[in-house]
């Protein structure tokens, strides 16, 4: 089982800017699929973004497109969200989730995808 750990949240102004990364060991890092999911106080838990293992194929939720960014490094077994023109909705604990990369489809958004969690980085969002 590949064991995953966030780092990078904190509190950042709205319309501010925050990277999170999400360190894996224990496996082979590039034979995983990786995914970020976020849960906000009160709410379920929601996809937003996934990354193939090869980083050639990215997948985000709607109301991130255009202002997260996903990418990993391979050599450093690292997977990284960034986050830019944050706003109080961004507000969450967010999570990077694995799973081994396989050649049939399957649907990355969906949380039952992933079988190795981090424990999270809390993202706070100031107005």
């Known amino acids: 089982q590949v064991h995953l750990v966030e780092s990078g949240g904190g509190l950042v102004q709205a319309g501010g800017s925050l990277r999170l990364s999400c360190a894996a060991s224990?496996?082979?890092?590039?034979?995983?699929?990786m995914g970020w999911f976020r849960q906000a106080p009160g709410k379920e838990r929601e996809f937003v973004a996934a990354?193939?293992?090869?980083?050639?194929?990215?997948t985000y939720a709607d109301p991130v497109k255009g202002r997260f960014t996903i990418s990993r490094d391979n050599a450093k077994n690292t997977v990284s969200l960034q986050m830019n023109s944050l706003t109080t909705e961004d507000r969450a604990v967010y999570c990077c989730?694995?799973?081994?990369?396989?050649?049939?489809?399957?649907?990355?958004?969906?949380?039952?995808?992933?079988?190795?969690w981090g424990r999270g980085s809390e993202v706070t969002i100031s107005s």
């Open positions: 990354i193939s293992w090869s980083g050639g194929r990215t």
């Open positions: 224990g496996r082979t890092f590039s034979n995983y699929d």
């Open positions: 989730a694995a799973t081994v990369a396989e050649s049939y489809y399957y649907n990355p958004t969906r949380s039952d995808a992933y079988n190795a």
